[in-house]
């Protein structure tokens, strides 16, 4: 079995920061992709900013400048500064790899189930 756990999520005022980090556990060869994504109520669910390859980060323009990803392993971290209240969101974490699973590798997309980030004074 594969997981992705979220862990970091909570209730924060505006400016503020909040960091999340997800580990992807399980038969895992190779990592393409590790990132995040989150969707607010109503809305639909939106890049917020991935890393391919370990370092080659892609951010949505929203977050630019103010969030920061960063990986270690297995683990993929999103830094999150000067939030706003438009922030808030569950956010989820998602991985493009590669699993050995019933004796054979395959390569597909993986989520957690999310964390909750609300902003708010």
């Known amino acids: 079995q594969v997981q992705l756990v979220e862990s970091g999520g909570g209730l924060v005022q505006p400016g503020g920061s909040l960091r999340l980090s997800c580990v992807a556990s399980g038969n895992i060869l190779n990592i393409y992709t590790l990132g995040w994504y989150r969707q607010a109520p109503g809305k639909q669910r939106e890049l917020v900013a991935d890393?391919?390859?370990?370092?080659v980060t892609n951010y949505g323009e929203s977050v630019k400048g103010r969030f920061t990803i960063s990986t270690d392993k297995n683990t993929v971290y999103l830094q999150m500064n000067s939030l706003k209240p438009e922030d808030t969101a569950v956010y989820y974490c998602?991985?493009?790899?590669?699993?050995?699973?019933?004796?054979?590798?395959?390569?597909?997309?993986?989520w957690g189930l999310g964390t909750q980030v609300t902003i708010s004074a």
């Open positions: 890393i391919a390859s370990g370092f």
């Open positions: 998602y991985g493009d790899l590669v699993v050995y699973i019933a004796e054979r590798m395959t390569r597909g997309d993986y």
